[in-house]
């Protein structure tokens, strides 16, 4: 069991996570004109609350994650929602066969930083969209290290801006803009820190 799948049960119980999502979904909105005739693809969707968030902004929408904790959570949110255009999938782009549909949307929401091969996924982001495609990524700005209390290691320490945009715009994105979505506070030993969460927004060639 991953680390992921023994936090899933409690994961939506964090008002700041729901809010983190709710606060974003609002950012993608605003920088991107969405429609029920476009389908979207989340990637490390957890307990897929970005796209409960933006379910009534997208048509199908298919979800994605590693952790099956997260996947059977989700699950049993779809039913008890009852809604019909979100659809889980266990899938690792890093070692699984990309999947054969195209997206108009993809997005993740705190994932990045928890993958080893960016440029990878990244070229493989291209691959999963239609032309003129946009991919919507939202994580952290690079951070000190200080942000993952939980002892996680294996993970980036956030993404400076211009280093990421040459990674997206060298997978074949163009116009790539960025802006703040959301701001994380939390206590680091004694301290209360600030960690931004940055919004990137590119489109497919």
């Not at 994961?11 to 979207?40: F, H, T, Y």
């Not at 699950?75 to 997206?103: C, Q, S, W, Y």
């Not at 990421?164 to 116009?175: D, K, P, R, Y």
Request: with cysteine; aromatic share 8%.
């Amino acid at each position: 069991m991953t680390n992921f799948d023994k936090r899933a049960k409690d994961w939506d119980s964090d008002p700041k996570k729901v809010e983190r999502a709710r606060q974003v979904a609002e950012q993608i909105r605003q920088m991107v004109p969405l429609s029920r005739e476009m389908n979207g693809f989340e990637y490390g969707c957890g307990t897929g609350l970005l796209s409960f968030a933006l379910q009534e902004d997208l048509g199908q929408i298919t979800l994605a994650d590693t952790s099956q904790g997260m996947l059977d959570v989700l699950k049993e949110k779809i039913k008890a929602a009852g809604v019909t255009n979100l659809h889980p999938v266990r899938l690792d782009l890093a070692e699984d066969t990309i999947p054969a549909a195209r997206f108009h949307v993809t997005y993740s929401l705190m994932t990045m930083h928890h993958i080893h091969n960016v440029q990878d996924i990244l070229r493989k982001f291209y691959t999963l969209l239609e032309p003129k495609g946009i991919l919507i990524i939202a994580d952290l700005d690079k951070e000190d290290g200080s942000f993952h209390t939980d002892g996680t290691t294996d993970v980036h320490k956030g993404f400076a801006r211009d280093e990421l945009q040459t990674m997206v715009e060298s997978a074949g994105f163009e116009h790539v803009k960025f802006t703040t979505a959301y701001m994380i506070r939390k206590m680091v030993g004694d301290e209360e820190k600030s960690f931004p969460v940055f919004l990137m927004t590119a489109t497919r060639k």
